[in-house]
């Protein structure tokens, strides 16, 4: 049973570029959520995707956009990328909008 | 509102246990435990559901004190391998589906 893919695994950009980041969920799963994770902090929702509507939003700027596709899997694209972007960027899926989320290994972006 | 957790940082020998408490300002629904490894993804240990709902994992349980909105992980006879960070994420009435993270607390098991 697959779990949660992301690719890629690493990214260097520079500041102003944009940058698009995917997700394959777990079997069974219909829902994709996003995260931020800076160093030494918790992970940071950014928003949520189901039957491929945001549904959910954090505390993010507009640059920061998403969609989700027909088999569940979703892209996070960054525009305008700043040096405060540099993070690991988690995607967690789940069964629906309310249970257990499962995250992939990440993709680290630096933005230099 | 971010939940706090607390101890922020425990060393344990082998064999010791040790309790992480979360605690949140707003009314819950749901408290997830994850744990996180250096340079790895969060991984998922456990959710509780329901207020004074206790759940067990290995050695590793957790109870969910609904009134007082905490929660607390209780690891059991340590071993090297639950050295981690730890995250306690919370997800409350109203809200369809982020959850809301911690700032973890780390452990470290030593032999």
């Known amino acids: 049973d697959a779990g949660v893919t992301q690719s890629p695994t690493h990214l260097i950009k520079t500041r102003g570029q944009q940058v698009t980041l995917r997700c394959s969920p777990k079997s069974g799963h219909d829902t994709v959520s996003w995260y931020q994770q800076a160093l030494g902090q918790g992970p940071q929702f950014i928003f949520q995707y189901y039957e491929e509507e945001e549904r959910q939003r954090g505390n993010f700027p507009d640059r920061f956009s998403g969609h989700q596709f027909p088999n569940y899997s979703s892209e996070l694209n960054v525009n305008a990328l700043l040096l405060g972007d540099s993070a690991l960027y988690l995607c967690?899926?789940?069964?629906?909008?309310?249970?257990?989320?499962?995250f992939g290994p990440g993709t680290r972006l630096t933005v230099t | 509102q971010q939940p706090v957790q607390s101890p922020q940082a425990v060393i344990l020998r082998e064999g010791e246990d040790a309790v992480i408490n979360c605690s949140s300002s707003k009314a819950l629904y749901s408290v997830h435990w994850y744990r996180q490894k250096h340079g790895e993804a969060p991984v998922f240990l456990m959710i509780l559901l329901k207020g004074g709902e206790q759940k067990g994992h290995e050695k590793i349980s957790a109870s969910f004190n609904e009134k007082k909105q905490q929660s607390s992980l209780y690891l059991t006879a340590s071993q090297l391998s639950y050295s981690g960070t730890y995250f306690c994420g919370t997800r409350d009435r109203g809200s369809q589906g982020n959850l809301i993270f911690g700032k973890g607390t780390k452990l470290s098991v030593k032999p």
């Open positions: 967690a899926s789940s069964e629906g909008l309310l249970y257990e989320q499962y």
